[in-house]
Every structure is written in structure tokens, then in C-alpha cells.
């Protein structure tokens, strides 16, 4: 499995290639064709996020992913039983646990580590122990970042929701005030040893201050890039988002 030496890396969520493609009931698009091609236009890694529901990624779909990419896979997943049993069979590069409810339409906001330390601690050690590196999706608050650090993740991701959808609101106080918690965010994880991680809703003319952000290691991008992908295609899509990313850093 390689990895790119990129100062900023961007992982690209294929989830919603399947929610295409389980919406007709078909075979295609598939998936790790979406990922590979994710690879060739400059993706340092693929995220997939298995669903209790299985309303988009199917387990097949991971089957396929760690059989086929030369990238490192991240699998997004609830902190369940069957969960953890999925994640200790195929053993990914990364794990980021996620909170997950049924009825929602995408993760609608981060774990309260802080709250559930001491059964989060024991659930993550085993994964830990197989090798996967196992990363937290938070608000950007200290609370749970320290809590994040206590029970040994490797990594925090921070939920980089609520600053884009004040920005797509034109909120743009409330938007700056939410881009300062989340630099505040990734300085103190960088302090405590963490790897720091950020995504969600994040598109273009979201992305370069996300980017900017010098303690940050890696974005999660997804929906936005496969909706891009509709008017200008995948690969394309994705070396935009790269350029941008790379812009901002270099900056």
C-alpha cells in the first residue's frame, strides 16, 4: 500500500457512488472504479462509511476496496459490536468512529467522547491492537478532544459542518467565529499528540482556510466532490479540489 507525500493530504469518501447506484438497484457505478479513479487524480486515501443500514457502502463494497486500492482505506463506522467485528476482519489502515442514527440524512454532528470515555477506551483498544489507526469525529471542542487523547486515538477529525453550512447561509460572523473554534481545535490536539484530521461539507469555496490550517494533516471529502463530478467528471473534480488544497497550504 503507498502513500503520497503531499503536506496535506485529501481523502475522498466514495459513499455516494453507491447511494447512486442502490437507488436503481443496479451493479453500476460501482464503487472501486470510483475509487481508483479517485487515486489517479490525486487522492491519498479512500474513505467508506458502512451503515448499520447499508443504505449506501454494502460490505461488498469493502471487500472490494481492501482488495483492490493502493491507497489506504479509512472506514467510517458507528462504535457497534458488528462494527468492530467488520473493522478486526479486514483490518484497515484507518478507522474513524462516527456517531450514527437511522434517520438521518448524513452524520449530523461529532461523538460525545467526553461523555462515554470509559466504554469508547475499551472499544478502540482492540482495533488499535490489529493495527488500524483509530480516529475520533468531534465537534471542535476541548472536552472532547482531551477526551480523545485519553482513551489513545491516534487521531481527532474535526466536524467542519457547522462552518460550512454558515457560510452557504451567509452567516459570515458566525461562520468566522466557528473557523477560529476549529483552528483552536487543532492546535490543542496537535499539542496533546494528536493527529488532526477535518471534514465535512466542505467544497470549494469552503475548503482554502480549512486547508490553511497548519495543524491539520488531512481532509475528508465526499459529497460535494461526487456531485462535482456530475457537470466536469470525477478525476477532474478531485485535481481541483487537490490544487486548491495544495494552494492554500503552500500559501
Avoid: W
Avoid at 73 to 90: F, G, V
Amino acid at each position: 500500500m503507498t502513500e503520497i507525500a503531499h503536506a496535506i493530504r485529501l481523502g475522498v469518501n466514495i459513499d455516494h457512488v453507491a447511494t447512486v447506484r442502490n437507488a436503481r438497484g443496479s451493479a453500476y457505478p460501482d464503487p472501486l472504479r470510483a475509487a481508483l479513479l479517485a487515486e489517479e487524480a490525486g487522492a491519498d486515501g479512500i474513505t467508506a462509511h458502512l451503515r448499520e443500514d447499508r443504505r449506501h457502502i454494502r460490505d461488498a463494497d469493502i471487500d472490494a476496496l481492501m482488495a483492490g486500492l493502493t491507497r489506504p482505506l479509512n472506514l467510517e463506522m458507528a462504535a457497534t459490536a458488528e462494527m468492530q467485528a467488520i473493522a478486526l476482519r479486514h483490518k484497515p489502515h484507518a478507522v474513524c468512529l462516527v456517531p450514527e442514527k437511522r434517520e438521518e440524512r448524513t452524520t449530523e454532528g461529532g461523538l460525545d467522547v467526553a461523555r462515554d470515555e470509559n466504554r469508547l477506551g475499551h472499544f478502540i483498544a482492540p482495533l488499535r491492537e490489529a493495527g488500524s489507526r483509530v480516529s475520533m469525529f468531534i465537534a471542535p471542542d476541548a472536552r472532547q478532544i482531551e477526551a480523545s487523547a485519553r482513551i489513545g486515538a491516534a487521531v481527532v477529525e474535526l466536524h467542519t459542518g457547522a462552518y460550512c453550512d454558515f457560510h452557504a447561509e451567509g452567516r459570515f460572523a458566525e461562520r468566522d467565529s466557528e473557523l477560529e473554534a476549529l483552528r483552536r481545535a487543532a492546535a490543542l490536539a496537535h499539542s496533546l499528540g494528536l493527529e488532526v484530521h477535518a471534514g465535512h461539507g466542505l467544497t470549494y469555496d469552503t475548503v482554502t482556510p480549512i486547508a490553511a490550517i497548519a495543524e491539520v494533516k488531512e481532509l475528508n471529502i465526499g459529497h460535494f466532490l461526487i456531485a462535482e463530478a456530475i457537470f466536469r467528471g470525477l478525476g477532474p473534480a478531485i485535481a481541483e479540489m487537490r490544487r486548491l488544497m495544495d494552494l492554500a497550504r503552500s500559501a
